[in-house]
């Protein structure tokens, strides 16, 4: 279904630029657009026993090709490719399955579902110090929408982007979870259950060439019944200088 609507909007998105006049050869670098962005996510719906950091720092960069709708230019239907990394930043680890350490219960786990568990304070008579541990997720972008550039060189956009998730991994910095005592810096990229396609609106208002953006992603960061149903809240800023 999932790859049904991204056939669906980018198509409708194509069809739409069809409308828009076709520039000439000379006009073409003037129609693109160059930027990039940084945010921090907020992350929706996280399960009550685990303690998030409070900035979740993210950057993206986009390009876009635009289409003028109107004779001054001031109303542009846009559409182009970027890319995105969201970070989520916490003091647990993600198991899958009935992850039976540190004498814990998660038999009401499925076997194959993804999960966010606390890692206790002490293990085998040692410490446990967790220095940094979270999930990283990069997005290959398709946005479009549309934007309003009003004659005092304020303006406003209202957009849609679907992607792919083409990285995933989580990283671990701190004591050794097997308790032998000593610290590890640890990466992995077996991450499961990571939903492979995620979409939403975002809005941009700004001034020249710097805006402030807002992204809320309506699919889950994990696939439905195999994990977290987590949303990224995107809020931060944007500079498009070129």
């Known amino acids: 279904m999932k790859r049904n609507?991204?056939?669906i909007i980018t198509l409708l998105a194509l069809a739409t630029s069809s409308f828009a006049q076709k520039p000439s050869a000379e006009s073409i670098t003037k129609r693109l657009s160059l930027g990039f962005g940084v945010f921090t996510d907020i992350w929706l719906n996280?399960?009550?026993s685990i303690n998030p950091r409070a900035i979740h720092q993210g950057v993206d960069a986009f390009i876009h090709y635009t289409f003028p709708m109107d004779k001054k230019g001031h109303v542009t239907f846009f559409i182009g490719g970027g890319i995105g990394a969201h970070n989520f930043y916490h003091q647990s680890l993600l198991g899958v399955g009935e992850y039976n350490i540190y004498e814990k219960d998660f038999?009401?786990?499925g076997v194959n579902e993804s999960f966010l568990y606390n890692v206790p304070r002490k293990f085998n008579g040692k410490t446990?110090?967790?220095k940094k541990s979270k999930l990283s997720i990069t997005y290959l972008d398709i946005p479009f929408g549309f934007q309003y550039k009003a004659s005092s060189k304020v303006h406003g956009t209202i957009g849609f982007k679907v992607g792919w998730s083409i990285d995933a991994?989580?990283?671990y910095k701190g004591s050794d979870l097997a308790g032998s005592g000593t610290d590890v810096d640890e990466r992995s990229y077996k991450v499961r259950n990571i939903d492979n396609f995620?979409?939403?609106p975002f809005a941009v208002i700004g001034y020249k060439w710097i805006g402030a953006s807002v992204f809320y992603q309506l699919s889950s960061v994990f696939d439905k019944?195999?994990?977290p149903q987590i949303h990224p809240l995107s809020i931060g800023l944007v500079f498009k200088p070129y």
Do not use: E, M, Q, R
Request: glycine share 10%; aromatic share 10%; no cysteine.
């Open 225 to 227: 019944d195999l994990g």
């Open 169 to 171: 991994h989580t990283k």
């Open 107 to 109: 038999s009401n786990v």
């Open 198 to 200: 995620h979409y939403g």
């Open 5 to 7: 609507l991204f056939l």
């Open 46 to 48: 996280v399960p009550d």
């Open 128 to 130: 446990i110090d967790v």
